[in-house]
């Protein structure tokens, strides 16, 4: 009864591992495709990826066949994926070291030779006994045995592994920080892990006869877990290739997308696996079981993740963790303005309740006018009482804060700014009475009413402030982590790269932003550090020497480059930036007016803003490139530069 129960729960562990490792392997697949799919590791990685599922896919099969004659057809589907692992371990090294810039024509050619190789025993395989034969079955294990010419496959499959792991050792000799250092030697510790998951098929097929049911499941399902526990170390690895995102991002996007996804789906999986066990046990049938297990195993864990999503966080950002506090609870804190609307709303209802009067407004300044933030009753006599109110008389009251004033038909209340001495905006509600009396109840819950609509404003005013600090900045920190993505190694660094690094600085994008802000004259024009561009230095002649006003015809240039052909719209979406800037740039305009005139919002404006000044600074930096390339006798980059960028 023992021996059975152990071979029993030896054979789920391999079922439910292998299931495990083909989630785990598709999951990650999508995870690269979607966030790191253009780079080449990544696309290296994906390939690896897809061979190992082929295996796990076929053994899960094989736990299900009774005949050695269904057996075959899984044992030949499973060496599609056996056969190309030694190519796609050459591959994804060969990656590695090509995006340290150790391009080798010969590694490359090699790369491709071992492909073919591998087709070549793939067909062996599927065609013919020289590689695999025979073989011996078992209901909890099945296996091919050696062909005559198997021991040439196993030269072949440890030659290539060993390859690559001294491609991985000589790309870790080349990081020259701490950090890419200790990710490259995370990556060869785990290299193993498809080797680890293909070996216990090559042993057993050399000597069968050598393994009990038992012991061969047994060694399998440590090989599992190993490939299990590589391959996301891996993943993890491979996913900070080429990413522009932070560390702490792309830790935290990994890690939870891991718990979300195949850990959840492995869960279940395992549960559902186990039902047929438990039917025998408790009497009911599989599929209420099976509803019940899933539902109350996804709800549970989707729960528990939730729970554990700040800790979690700050475990992954350990040094981080106060800072990272802070950041996540802005997100709670910070107010739309939907929020702050529905914040206005319900004091103003509160107010207009307590005071038994049923028209009320709160209007806060905006430029030379005042915006009705939210208002109850009906709008049109408020509009018109806005109009004829001579606003100045009210600011300037001499009435003392924290009472009523009696303008016309209305009581109002001046909201005053806690940090300076301000009106930010005005509570209105329709008078009740010729004078303003309230009863001490009535004057402190307005008073505290008042307060929080003070606070409220002030709060949405400090974080506008914010928003646009935020929006100055996205665009200097995209060039800062386009910067710190790209890891040092050993090598020289070509004089055109290091002018291509300083071109895409974020020096020289804050300095196109500050002579775009100051186009037609001021400080940030004049002493621009654009104005040492060649190009601008080559066209003095034309502008009679004056070299802000060839900066200025310079960024004209650029800007006429993003003009779409075809006649001029101000809706259509392929005109929008050029709109922006001419708008913004050429004619001087106000944001709140290009956003009317263009028929989007201000915070839509600020966000294709800063899409428009990046797509001048290109343009920029791309005549600058060709202007240097003319002077050396050049009209495009040399070789070496193209090499370096890809």
Request: aromatic share 10%.
């Amino acid at each position: 009864m023992m021996p059975n129960l152990f071979l029993s729960a030896l054979s789920l562990g391999n079922m439910l591992l292998s299931s495990a490792i083909i989630i785990f392997s598709f999951s990650l697949f999508l995870y690269l495709f979607a966030y790191n799919f253009r780079n080449n590791v990544a696309r290296a990685f994906s390939i690896l990826l897809a061979f190992i599922s082929i295996i796990y896919v076929g053994d899960v099969f094989l736990q299900r066949v009774e005949t050695f004659t269904d057996a075959v057809v899984w044992l030949r589907f499973k060496w599609l994926g056996i056969a190309f692992i030694p190519a796609a371990y050459l591959h994804f090294s060969d990656a590695i070291l090509r995006s340290m810039n150790a391009y080798s024509p010969r590694r490359w050619l090699a790369v491709a030779l071992s492909y073919l190789t591998s087709g070549a025993f793939l067909l062996l395989v599927t065609l013919t006994d020289l590689v695999v034969r025979d073989g011996f079955f078992f209901p909890q294990a099945t296996q091919f045995a050696a062909g005559p010419i198997f021991p040439l496959f196993a030269i072949f499959f440890f030659a290539l592994t060993g390859w690559g792991l001294h491609n991985i050792n000589q790309a870790r000799a080349r990081c020259l920080t701490p950090t890419t250092r200790r990710r490259m030697s995370y990556l060869g510790a785990a290299f193993f892990a498809p080797a680890l998951g293909v070996f216990p098929y090559l042993i057993f097929a050399s000597f069968p006869a050598e393994f009990s049911p038992r012991l061969l499941l047994l060694l399998n399902l440590l090989a599992k877990i190993g490939v299990g526990a590589m391959l996301t170390v891996m993943s993890y690895t491979v996913a900070y290739q080429g990413a522009l995102s932070p560390d702490r991002i792309i830790k935290h996007n990994l890690v939870h997308f891991l718990l979300r996804g195949p850990l959840v789906a492995t869960a279940v999986v395992g549960l559902m696996l186990s039902v047929p066990t438990v039917e025998r046990w408790i009497g009911l049938t599989r599929e209420t079981i099976l509803f019940a297990t899933v539902i109350v195993a996804i709800v549970i864990l989707e729960l528990a993740i939730n729970l554990a999503k700040p800790w979690a966080d700050r475990m992954l950002s350990w040094g981080d963790r106060a800072e990272l506090r802070r950041i996540q609870e802005l997100d709670t804190r910070l107010l739309t303005t939907g929020d702050l609307r529905q914040l206005l709303e319900n004091i103003l209802a509160t107010t207009c309740d307590l005071l038994q009067v049923q028209t009320g407004f709160v209007v806060a300044p905006d430029d030379q006018a005042w915006r009705i933030e939210t208002f109850a009753g009906a709008r049109e006599p408020i509009r018109q009482f806005l109009a004829r109110t001579n606003w100045a008389d009210v600011l300037q009251s001499a009435a003392p804060r924290g009472s009523f004033l009696v303008v016309g038909e209305f009581w109002l209340w001046r909201l005053f700014a806690k940090s300076r001495d301000e009106v930010i905006g005005i509570l209105g509600v329709a008078a009740r009475a010729p004078a303003a009396h309230l009863t001490d109840r009535e004057q402190k819950l307005v008073a505290a009413l008042a307060q929080q609509a003070e606070l409220a404003l002030e709060d949405r005013h400090l974080q506008q402030g914010v928003f646009n600090v935020l929006e100055e900045l996205t665009s200097e920190i995209e060039l800062l982590q386009r910067a710190r993505s790209k890891p040092r190694y050993l090598g020289a660094i070509q004089a055109a790269q290091a002018e291509d690094e300083a071109i895409r600085s974020p020096d020289f994008h804050r300095a196109v932003k500050d002579a775009l802000d100051h186009y037609w004259g001021g400080p940030k024009l004049s002493e621009s550090p654009l104005l040492q561009l060649s190009i601008v230095q080559a066209s003095l002649e034309e502008y009679e020497g004056n070299p802000v006003r060839a900066l200025r015809a310079q960024i004209a240039r650029a800007i006429e480059s993003l003009k779409p052909d075809g006649t001029r719209s101000l809706t259509a979406p392929e005109w929008l930036l050029y709109n922006i800037l001419e708008l913004k740039v050429i004619q001087g305009k106000k944001v709140r007016e290009i956003a009317y005139q263009l028929a989007i919002s201000e915070s839509d404006l600020y966000r294709k803003q800063r899409v428009a000044i990046q797509e001048v600074a290109r343009t920029l930096a791309t005549m600058e490139e060709l202007r240097k390339g003319e002077s050396n006798g050049a009209g495009k980059s040399s070789p070496e530069t193209k090499t370096a960028e890809e």
